[in-house]
Structure formats: structure tokens, C-alpha cells
């Protein structure tokens, strides 16, 4: 995809917000405005494939999470605050999640990262997540052409996000200021969440776009 400038308009209610955020910090870890009502004592997860070779599936209580392909993810799901072992990629895994939290388990190629998220609570804003699953260092997501920092830089391994107001806008992900991976052009939604996410595949690092839906069943 070509990147584009961003009108002055659009870069001005971008920062604007992104500085909001900033100041305001991090919302609260309860309620949704992913499309479904769950309770807010509930552990919400979602299994997400980057970079995984072949189909993955996950047992989570009494979901089967499977996601056939790299880029494809299943909504969050809610589940008990329990113990949840898994084996993958040769490895055990121990999960225990805190009640009223979301989740993303992503799988790749050769581990699962797990990853709280905090949850989207402003109707009137959209929600971008970066995800750095890749291996070389921090990454960070800009507008496609560099000009503006959305999330700045984000540890291996790690996630962070912020809110913005709903404008359209074409995103990338730049580690050691080069672009990493595909740019992502967004048509951003009031209460919606997004999440961009980076991996390291044999051919290079790869990004690709998830919006967030919550299923109740």
C-alpha cells in the first residue's frame, strides 16, 4: 500500500489526542465496547497466529481457540480466573490470569507470548495497540511516512496503546528508524480497538492488522 501525507487537520486531532492520552493514562480494566456485553469480573482471551507454521489451537476452560493461518485471530473470549497449562512448540506453559483482565496469547513460530491488554473505555475514541513480537530490539508505529510517532517505542515482547480520535490514516511499524513490515491504512471507528502487530519471519519482519470483537459464547 502507498503511504500518503496526512492533511494538517488530521495530524493536529491525531497528536492532540495522543497527548490526551498521555496525560491521562491508561484506562480502567472492565466493561467492553468490543460488540458484546460480558461481565466485568470475566478474564477475556484471544489467541492470535504470528507467524505460527500451520493451524494452532489452544484449550482455554472449555474453548478450543484456533486460528488457521498467520494474521488471523479469534474475538477474546471469557473465560475463569483458573490455572491453564499448555504445550507448544515443545514447550510447557503455565497461564494465570487476574479476574477482569483481557488477553491476547499470541502464537509463533517457535513460543507463545502472553499479553495483558487494557481495555478500551472511551466510546468516543478509537483504540491502537502495537504488539513487538519481533526479536531485534524496540519498535514503534507511525504514521506510513514517518512523520508522526502514534506509540512510541514499545520493548520486544511487549504491547502498548493508545487513544485516538477516529480519522483515517495509513500506520507502520519502524524499528531502528527503517519501516517494518506492511503499511496499514485504517478507517478508525469510535469505540473500536485495533492492534497492529510485528513478527520476525524467515523472510523478514511482517506486520499485520487485527480489530478487536468480543464473543460471549
Known sequence: MKSYKLKS???ILLLSTILFCTMSGLSAQSGSLYGASVSESAVKVRLVNAGAQGPVSLYVGAYKLTV?????????????????????AGE???????????????????????????????????????????GSGSAELRTADASLTVVPAVAAAGNAQVAVNPVSVSL??????????SDHALHLQRGASYGIFLYDSAAGPRSFLVEAVVGND
Not at 68 to 88: N, Q
Not at 99 to 110: E, Q
Not at 172 to 181: D, L, P
Open 9 to 11: 487537520l488530521t495530524r
Open 68 to 88: 488457521e493461518t498467520a494474521g488471523a485471530a479469534t474475538p477474546y473470549l471469557p473465560v475463569a480466573s483458573d490455572i491453564y497449562m499448555f504445550f507448544y
Open 172 to 181: 507502520a511499524v519502524f524499528r531502528s528508524g527503517q519501516k517494518a513490515g
Open 92 to 134: 510447557s506453559y503455565e497461564f494465570l490470569p487476574e479476574v477482569g483482565t483481557w488477553y491476547t496469547i499470541a502464537a509463533l513460530a517457535d513460543k507463545l507470548v502472553f499479553l495483558a491488554d487494557p481495555a478500551h473505555k472511551d466510546p468516543a475514541r478509537a483504540q491502537l495497540f502495537l504488539y513487538n513480537l519481533g
